[in-house]
């Protein structure tokens, strides 16, 4: 089975890069699996899935961290995230929002579909998640976002990965560690740290027991 990981940053997936002795390049290719990072955010991801991403993938393995909007989730937690939504995308009508699909232009919401019976998926917990182009770091507009969509985590790219890998039929998964709570922004109570080191001995543990 040949993977494609995905991941927006480097330092995401820093000691995976170690572990694997790979080059510290934008895309890696190796005889068991190949690494894009794509840069952060919607628009890169898409652009450097436009370039690299095919059919001769059997699955597609997407890495980062992510905030969570659930305080029982102890920061480090590394998730599977089984849905994604791209949040933002649609149009306001007064104090209503209207989704691409309530508009008839297409779709919001994504499901990260494979067939892996790995214990190292099964084991994680299963959540959905939000792809957002601005963090919340605002108390309203969270109040706002958790009434309509009651999202688990966020991020910046994980819906346009699923929405790369829905339109050419390739397999998804999505996994994420948390690094911080959704909250006005505040650095001091990230945990960025952990949130990568676990992220990375999952992944690394996934990549040598598959």
Known sequence: ???LIVAATRPEIEFLYEQFNLPKVDFVRTDE???LITGV??????FALGQHLNTSYNLVLNLGIAGSFDRTIPLGSVLNIISDEFAELGAEDKDAFLTLDALGFGQ????AHHNLLNDYIKRLKKVNGITVNCVHGNEGSIRSIIQRLAPVTESMEGAAVLYACTK???PCV???SISNYVEPRNRENWQIGLAIKNLNTWAIGFLTNT
């Open 168 to 170: 050419i039929s390739i």
């Open 33 to 35: 699996f190949d690494v």
């Open 108 to 111: 919001t919401k994504y499901t």
């Open 41 to 46: 955010g919607m628009t890169a991801t898409a």
């Open 174 to 176: 999505q996994v994420r």
């Open 1 to 3: 089975m040949k993977l």
